[in-house]
Structure formats: structure tokens, C-alpha cells
């Protein structure tokens, strides 16, 4: 396994490709006008024109087809009269000029003269050709309609059928044959067992190629045996211009990606310098690109997106449009491996006059951190990460009016958070709401650097017994805020159904047979746990498993779910979505604080309008643990 920067691995590998002749722009075929999928095909060669458009001199106007000579002086007060047949012939638009006739004048601009209308008076006069459309004033024949290598469009279709075309000349689609490997890999529709991995990559591979232009092609998955793979990949280059060999290309015992691409033709790269997506195998096989990507899906989609799209590119013999990139602030702390260039997904939201970028979480195997992205952010390998407020060049996923629309939410974790985002979704399709989990007291100090809109917060104060206000205070001294509540919550302890340890409360966490799983610091539920465990007289380190920090409730109640924790603090909605038993112990206040600059915006009317709807309450309630008796309420102003 190789560290090959990313710049050297391409060259190396492309050039082995032109070498071999695997580069070269695809073939012609012929494709209709008409066809479903003719709209973002490639043009294969020069597009010429059959014939003029129009083909025939045409009027322009309904009116009356004249010679310009004839109507010279003519005014509303000194009319000229001509006599129909002779001098004037009626015409709608688009007929065809009559001859000897070289202008129309329009029928608003035309009185009839006498009962039989055997003559018209012309209001005023016209210059010759005026209100005409003249043969080929649009497209003469022979005229390039499009150029070779054009990616057509909808507007394209209506010039060709113009210009007498009934099909078009475009490359023929590159055929990406998709071979998933490995042992663990079931059917998406196959029951959930340990061990088991849905096979899901391809879908997103195969996605990928069809909007880069190419067709795929994916086999069934292949067993971690080298002569099967292997197998797979002949028949695949009998049909295929490019082979894609998902998993299998790091060098473990059961990884044969690299060797099978080896034994089929020559290997030029085996590992590039980038996280993620390092184990890549390249080589040329059969006169075609191989590509041997890794299993992990953030992985196999970015490496992807840097190595097959361009072989797409040169095969359809256009490049597809760069991407816009803006500049933004990062909001948190990056550590990142020197020597490897990051590819680091974020969320992107306009707080004031910052665009600000939030890391959404990292590894190779979180699909959803490609859902959630807004943007790319690259790490040069040079460095060690980048700092909490960085300034950042972002190369967008998504729209930039989307980004500029998003409202941020930086703070507690909570269910009704996502509730929120799909109803305002579903309410106002240009609002997005992006929530990062950082805790209550990482979304205040997000708020006191400007970096969100507000941030979900239940901090209990253990002087007062009083929720968030003094944590308000403390955090944002130079910042007023309005403190906005979303929900009373229930806290109590998650366990497997049944509970079949029989736990009943905190003091149950120091038992030799429960393992706890615990929220991070910061968070308020930790600030809640660790309120109450003082309370008892429970010691955090006579709790086994209080070390382990996980962000989010979902995270703690899956921890349960999958039985590696016996036990976590948590809410009820948590425990219901994985079927866990819960022991309510705490009621708290869970509210949003919100700096008052932005509370009174206009840009956060929507989500504030939308705590005081019902329908919203009601599916807020619904979720379990939840008293929406105050949602909406204005608790308090911090000055």
C-alpha cells in the first residue's frame, strides 16, 4: 500500500490510461428528438442544418402584406388609401408573404374603406421588411446548429427540429460495470443480522454515473475469493468501457482488488494520500480504466467523484461545470492526519454577514454525513487541522440560494429538532434548518461567536435549581438573547425492553452488571447526570462505562439497542424510536436561545411562527416525553 499524493496519483494513472487508449471520446450513435434522455446527451460531431428557418419569406404581424413604396407618407391624418388585391393582401402571422410584397402593416394600423372593403386607408407607413420574418432569419441551411463535445439542452431540442433535424449524432454512453465485493454484503431487503451489511454502495456509484452521463451496469456481489472477483471483472470488460471494483482494495487478508487489477492488466497506484478514500487501487485492464474503490460508502463516493468522474469526462468529451465555491468561517476545531489531504464534509449557513461552516460528523462509513453536507472543504496534507474559526473555501454540494436560506442551530441535542426541519420544509420549501450536536454549552459558545441563528439549551443551574437563565448569563454577557421555550422534557434512564436487569434508578449505574454509556461534556444532560449522581452520592468513576461519550440521544439509545451499554440517560422519544424500556427520572426545560438580533429578524419569523402551530405541537407531543403546554413562550430577555 502506497501514500501517493492525490495530484501524482492522477497524472500517473492518466497517463497510463492515454497510453493505452482507454481515454479516447466514445463512438457515435443517433439518437431522436423525442427520446426520454436525449436532454444532457454529448454531441458527437458538428450538428448542421437540413434547412432554413424560417424557409419562406413570413409575416411577422396580422395585418395586410404591402409594398413599403406604397404606404410612403401615409399618417392617421393623412391616410394613405390602396386597394385590396392590387396593393394590399390580408395575412395572419406566419403566412407566407405574397409576392411582389415586401412588408406588413398591422392590422391595429388599418382602417377598411367602404362597404365592399375593396380597399383599405393605411395609417401609417412601413420600410420594407418591417413586420417580416425574411427566409433563414433565424437559421440558414448548412448553418452549425451545434458544436461537437455540446451538452444539450432543452432549448437545443427546438433549434434542431428548426433546422429540419428529426435526431441528433452523440456519444454513446460509457457502460460502468459496478462489482460489489465482500462476504458481509446482503440485499437491501434482506433481514438485519449481525455481521451483515446491506449492499447499498452501488446505488450511490451507480447514481453518480448516471449524473455524470455513463450508464452502470452492476453485477451481483462477489464473495471475498480472488478467482471470482476476478471472474466478474472479465466478463465485465467483455461489455464495459470502465470497471469499478467496490471493497476489497486495502490490504487485508481478504482484500484481492488491487491483485485481481494486476493480474488483468497493470496496476499504476495502490493507495493515494486522502482521507477518506486512502486504499484506492488504479490500473488499466483490457485497454480500460479499473478502478478498485473502498468499501466504506463516504469513501467510495469521493473517490468517485475525484477519479471516475474525470475518465466519464474524457470519454464523453466534455467536462462537467465546476462547482461554485464560496469562502466561510469554520465554527469548530479541526485535527486532521499531516501527510493526507481531507475531504471534509460541512453545513453551511449565513448567520448575519458570515457564511459559517460546521463539520458534520466524520468516518468513513457515516452515509449520512453525505446527506447532510451542504460542502467540501479540502485540508491540505501540509497541515495538522484547522482552528475554530479558520477562514475556509467551501466547494458547494448544494445550491448556493439553499445555503443562504439555512438557519443554524447549534447546541443540545434533540428529536424535535429534526420534527422542526421537516415541517418547515414542508411549510416553507426555501427555509432549511441545519442542527449540529455540540451540547448546550458548545451551542452558547457557538452563539457568542456569532456562529448560529440559536441553540438548543437545558442547563440546569445547580445553585438555583432554574434552567438556562444563569447559563445565559454567564455565557453570553455582551450578547442579549431571548430565551424561547421549545418543550418540557422527561429524562430518565434507557434500557433494553423488558429491563431485564431490573435497573431502577441512578444508583443502579455503580452495579458490577450495568454498563452506562454517557452523553459529552457540556451537554446538559451530563450536567443533569452529573447534578444527580452528586445528589446520591454516586462517584462518577464507581460508574462503569461513564467515560464513554457519545452525541446525541439517538447515539446513547443505540449504544442500548445494540447491547455494548447496559444503560443511558436519555429522553423517552429516544427510547421509543429503538424500542427501548425507559425510567423516567427528571423532568426539565429544554428551551431555544436565540440572540435578539436574529430573534427579531425577519429571516427566523418562520420558525418562530411554526412553535405556535398545532399540527407541529401535536407531532412534537406525539413523540413521547414531551409537555408542549408553553411551546413558543418567550421565558425570558437577557440583556
Not at 497510453?19 to 427520446?35: F, K
Not at 481478504?254 to 478514500?277: C, F, N
Not at 485492464?285 to 473502498?294: C, D, F, S, V
Request: aromatic fraction near 4%.
Amino acid at each position: 500500500m502506497q501514500d501517493v499524493p492525490l495530484e501524482d496519483a492522477v497524472r500517473r494513472w492518466f497517463e497510463a490510461l492515454d497510453g493505452a487508449g482507454a481515454l479516447a471520446p466514445l463512438a457515435a450513435e443517433s439518437i431522436p428528438l423525442h427520446a426520454p434522455d436525449v436532454v444532457g446527451r454529448v454531441t458527437a460531431g458538428p450538428v448542421w442544418a437540413a434547412v432554413s428557418s424560417p424557409h419562406y419569406d413570413a409575416a411577422a404581424m396580422d395585418g395586410i402584406a404591402v409594398r413599403a413604396a406604397d404606404t410612403v407618407g401615409a399618417t392617421e391624418t393623412a391616410p394613405r388609401a390602396l386597394a385590396v388585391g392590387a396593393q394590399a393582401v390580408w395575412v395572419d402571422t406566419g403566412d407566407p408573404m405574397p409576392p411582389g410584397t415586401d412588408a406588413v402593416v398591422m392590422i391595429e394600423r388599418v382602417q377598411r374603406d367602404g362597404a365592399d372593403a375593396s380597399s383599405v386607408r393605411v395609417l401609417e407607413a412601413v420600410a420594407p421588411w418591417q413586420h417580416v420574418r425574411p427566409l433563414g432569419e433565424d437559421i440558414v441551411a448548412t448553418e452549425l446548429v451545434l458544436p461537437e463535445n455540446h451538452r444539450i439542452a432543452p432549448a437545443d431540442l427546438g433549434a434542431c427540429a428548426a433546422a429540419g433535424l428529426t435526431s441528433v449524432p452523440v456519444r454513446r454512453r460509457p457502460v460502468v460495470g459496478i462489482i460489489p465485493t465482500g462476504n458481509e454484503l446482503t440485499p437491501i431487503q434482506a433481514p438485519r443480522r449481525p455481521g451483515d451489511i446491506p449492499e447499498f454502495n452501488s446505488l450511490i456509484l451507480a447514481g453518480l454515473v448516471r449524473e455524470w452521463g455513463g450508464a452502470p451496469l452492476v453485477g451481483e456481489p462477489m464473495p471475498d475469493d480472488a478467482d471470482a472477483i476476478r471472474a466478474a471483472a472479465v466478463e465485465c470488460l467483455a461489455v464495459c468501457d470502465v470497471v469499478v471494483i467496490n471493497a476489497g482494495s486495502s490490504a487485508g487478508n481478504a482484500d484481492y482488488t488491487a491483485a485481481v487489477i494486476e493480474s488483468l492488466g497493470a496496476l499504476q497506484v495502490h493507495g493515494i494520500a486522502i482521507r477518506p478514500g486512502h486504499p484506492v487501487a488504479l490500473g488499466v485492464t483490457g485497454g480500460k480504466a479499473a478502478l478498485g474503490l473502498p468499501g466504506y460508502p463516504v469513501s467510495a463516493a469521493l473517490t468517485a467523484e475525484l477519479l471516475l468522474r474525470p475518465v466519464l469526462e474524457r470519454l464523453l468529451g466534455v467536462a462537467m461545470p465546476a462547482r461554485p465555491r464560496i469562502a466561510a468561517r469554520l465554527t469548530r476545531k479541526v485535527l486532521s492526519p499531516i501527510g493526507e489531504d481531507e475531504f471534509l464534509r460541512v453545513k453551511l449557513g449565513r448567520v448575519g454577514e458570515r457564511m459559517t461552516a460546521t463539520p458534520v460528523q466524520r468516518g468513513a462509513g457515516v452515509v449520512m454525513s453525505l446527506v447532510r453536507a451542504d460542502g467540501i472543504v479540502r485540508i491540505p496534507r501540509r497541515l495538522e487541522g484547522l482552528d475554530a474559526g479558520a477562514s475556509v473555501e467551501v466547494e458547494l454540494l448544494r445550491d448556493a440560494g439553499e445555503v443562504e436560506n439555512t438557519l443554524v442551530a447549534i447546541g443540545s441535542h434533540d428529536l424535535t429538532l429534526d420534527l422542526m426541519q421537516s415541517y418547515l420544509r414542508r411549510q416553507h420549501p426555501a427555509v432549511n434548518l441545519a442542527s449540529a450536536h455540540v451540547g448546550s454549552l458548545g451551542g452558547l459558545a457557538a452563539l457568542r461567536r456569532g456562529e448560529a441563528h440559536l441553540a438548543g439549551c437545558h442547563l440546569l443551574d445547580a445553585a438555583t435549581g432554574e434552567y438556562n437563565t444563569a447559563y445565559v448569563r454567564r455565557y453570553l454577557p455582551d450578547t442579549p438573547a431571548a430565551i424561547v421555550r421549545l418543550a418540557g422534557r422527561t429524562q430518565g434512564l434507557m434500557v433494553a425492553a423488558g429491563n431485564p436487569l431490573g435497573i431502577a434508578g441512578l444508583g443502579d449505574l455503580a452495579r458490577d452488571d450495568v454498563t452506562f454509556v454517557n452523553r459529552q461534556r457540556g451537554s446538559g444532560t451530563r450536567v443533569l447526570l452529573d447534578y444527580h449522581l452528586a445528589r446520591q452520592g454516586v462517584e462518577a468513576a464507581a460508574v462503569s462505562g461513564y467515560e464513554r461519550e457519545e452525541y446525541s440521544h439517538l447515539a446513547v439509545a443505540a449504544a442500548v439497542a445494540g447491547g455494548s451499554a447496559q444503560a443511558g440517560l436519555g429522553i423517552l422519544s429516544a427510547a421509543r424510536a429503538l424500542g427501548l424500556d425507559f425510567i423516567p427520572l427528571f423532568d426539565e426545560e429544554y428551551d431555544l436561545v436565540i440572540p435578539k438580533e436574529h430573534y427579531e429578524s425577519a429571516q427566523l419569523r418562520p420558525l418562530l411562527d411554526l412553535l405556535g402551530d398545532a399540527g407541529f405541537q401535536a407531532a412534537a407531543h406525539d413523540l413521547g416525553g414531551y409537555d408542549v403546554a408553553r411551546m413558543g413562550e418567550l421565558r425570558g430577555e437577557i440583556a
